[in-house]
């Protein structure tokens, strides 16, 4: 089950243009936004590993983000 909340995925999807947002549909987004932030999320860690920092910084998600 996804831990992003069902409420902003729909609003997503209606801002988009859609009438109606089954919960299929939600979760089915949900799941895999959450898979590309786990993804993005690693990566930007690997990142501030190389830099030799514990932390990760904004700049290190968005040169995830760009090279994706």
Not at 30 to 52: F, M, P, Q, S
């Amino acid at each position: 089950m996804a831990e992003i909340p069902k409420a902003p995925i729909a609003r997503i999807i209606k801002e988009s243009g859609a009438e109606r947002v089954s919960e299929d549909a939600k979760e089915a987004l949900a799941a895999y936004l959450e898979e590309v932030a786990r993804d993005v999320a690693a990566k930007a860690n690997n990142a501030a590993k190389i830099a030799k920092r514990k932390t990760v910084k904004a700049e290190d998600i968005e040169l995830v983000i760009k090279n994706l």
